[in-house]
């Protein structure tokens, strides 16, 4: 078993201040492994990060027939809980016959600063709707539908989730060798990153063949990259190196350090999981592999912000700053924080 590799560093002057090592897989449409830092065959928990493959069995199943691709988006989305995505997943269950008591994915505060401070202004308490994971449940209770299921749709052994759990195994091309229960109460199911970026390489082919998975891992992967407002937010990673590409490419994050790319154009997948959890260092790895995959440009904003982003301190004045570790692609995206 390889050891997690450095990907990130935080400087202070000359001094290494902070580290953050992980591991990274590249797989093509064959599930072949074409690259791989650290150990692509550590077992990790995806997080919010495989919503897509959450949401398959919905598409897969037919019961999205009709869907349109904003609510698609929305079903893979880790959204901010602003007014356009709460907006957005409360108009779905409406067309459903269903409201915000039939979710099951908990109350959180909407991380969209204004609406935030507004409702604290107006003394309104967030509701399930404002959760980021409003809208993979809203889809869940579309799929339950169909399925003819009770309202516990997050019971791991619902059909919703046996649904989910047979669609994971299968596109990742390994038995999951158990679950935890996330954030929004649903279940989620373990795999080596080998196993994630696998299933990111297999969306990402999709489309060439034929039958219901190829063409809802298709349409999933075109409704993120239709709506990268609504799969993120605004200011969020996902969404600006989604709009940042050089070509259409699916970013997802997920909690505790993890991100994926689906590539269609070049039939890849990627996936990495920073060992310690920490998201600023994940979106810098993940912007430097898409530098490394010749997707991104390395001068962009959106690319600079993660890969060489400064520290300041509180009057302004630069005093570090982040760096992509020396042995993970980098493309020369290391800067000098002098």
Same mark, same amino acid.
């Given at each position: 078993? @390889?050891?997690?590799?450095?990907?990130?560093?935080?400087?202070?002057?000359?001094?290494?201040? @902070?580290?953050?090592?992980?591991?990274?897989?590249?797989?093509?449409?064959?599930?072949?492994?074409?690259?791989?830092?650290?150990?692509?065959?550590?077992?990790?928990?995806?997080?919010?990060?495989?919503?897509?493959?959450?949401?398959?069995? !919905?598409?897969?199943?037919?019961?999205?027939?009709?869907?349109? @691709?904003?609510?698609?988006? !929305?079903?893979?989305?880790?959204?901010?809980?602003? /007014?356009?995505?709460?907006?957005?997943?409360?108009?779905?269950?409406?067309?459903?016959?269903?409201?915000?008591?039939?979710?099951?994915?908990?109350?959180?505060?909407?991380?969209?600063?204004?609406?935030?401070?507004?409702?604290?202004?107006?003394?309104?308490? /967030?509701?399930?709707?404002?959760?980021?994971?409003? %809208?993979?449940?809203?889809?869940?209770?579309?799929? #339950?539908?169909?399925?003819?299921? #009770?309202?516990?749709?997050?019971?791991?052994?619902?059909?919703?989730?046996?649904?989910?759990?047979?669609?994971?195994?299968?596109?990742?091309?390994?038995?999951? /060798? %158990?679950? %935890?229960? $996330?954030?929004?109460?649903?279940?989620?199911?373990?795999?080596?990153?080998?196993?994630?970026?696998?299933?990111?390489?297999?969306?990402?082919?999709?489309?060439?063949?034929?039958?219901?998975?190829?063409?809802?891992?298709?349409?999933?992967?075109?409704?993120?990259?239709?709506?990268?407002?609504?799969?993120?937010?605004?200011?969020?990673?996902?969404?600006?190196?989604?709009?940042?590409?050089?070509?259409?490419?699916?970013?997802?994050?997920?909690?505790?350090?993890?991100?994926?790319?689906?590539?269609?154009?070049?039939?890849? %997948?990627?996936?990495?999981?920073?060992? $310690?959890?920490?998201?600023?260092?994940?979106?810098?790895?993940?912007?430097?592999?898409?530098?490394? !995959?010749?997707?991104?440009?390395?001068?962009?904003?959106?690319?600079?912000?993660?890969?060489?982003?400064?520290?300041?301190?509180?009057?302004?004045?630069?005093?570090?700053?982040?760096?992509?570790?020396?042995?993970?692609?980098?493309?020369?995206? #290391?800067?000098?924080?002098?």
């Amino acid at each position: 078993m @390889s050891k997690a590799l450095p990907m990130a560093e935080l400087w202070r002057g000359d001094l290494l201040e @902070s580290a953050h090592a992980g591991h990274a897989a590249v797989c093509d449409g064959s599930g072949r492994l074409v690259g791989a830092w650290g150990d692509p065959e550590a077992v990790i928990f995806p997080r919010s990060s495989c919503k897509m493959l959450q949401a398959l069995p !919905l598409v897969e199943s037919g019961a999205a027939e009709g869907l349109d @691709s904003r609510r698609l988006a !929305l079903a893979c989305a880790s959204h901010e809980g602003a /007014p356009v995505h709460v907006a957005g997943v409360a108009e779905w269950l409406a067309d459903l016959g269903l409201g915000e008591g039939d979710l099951r994915c908990g109350p959180q505060p909407s991380r969209d600063r204004d609406l935030y401070l507004r409702m604290i202004r107006e003394g309104e308490a /967030p509701c399930q709707l404002h959760n980021n994971c409003s %809208g993979k449940h809203a889809g869940f209770l579309m799929l #339950n539908r169909h399925l003819g299921g #009770n309202g516990e749709y997050v019971d791991p052994d619902h059909p919703v989730q046996r649904a989910v759990r047979a669609a994971f195994e299968e596109v990742t091309g390994e038995d999951s /060798p %158990g679950f %935890g229960i $996330d954030g929004c109460s649903a279940p989620n199911f373990a795999t080596t990153l080998r196993g994630l970026a696998c299933a990111m390489a297999r969306f990402a082919a999709a489309g060439r063949g034929s039958g219901a998975r190829d063409r809802a891992q298709a349409r999933l992967t075109q409704a993120m990259v239709a709506h990268p407002d609504l799969v993120a937010g605004d200011g969020r990673a996902c969404t600006e190196l989604m709009q940042a590409t050089t070509e259409p490419v699916a970013i997802k994050t997920g909690a505790e350090g993890v991100f994926v790319a689906i590539l269609p154009e070049r039939g890849l %997948g990627a996936a990495l999981k920073i060992v $310690d959890g920490a998201t600023r260092a994940s979106e810098a790895a993940m912007a430097a592999l898409l530098v490394h !995959l010749g997707v991104l440009d390395p001068a962009h904003p959106a690319a600079q912000r993660r890969m060489a982003a400064p520290e300041r301190s509180r009057a302004g004045r630069i005093v570090g700053g982040m760096r992509i570790a020396p042995g993970f692609p980098q493309a020369g995206t #290391n800067s000098s924080f002098a």
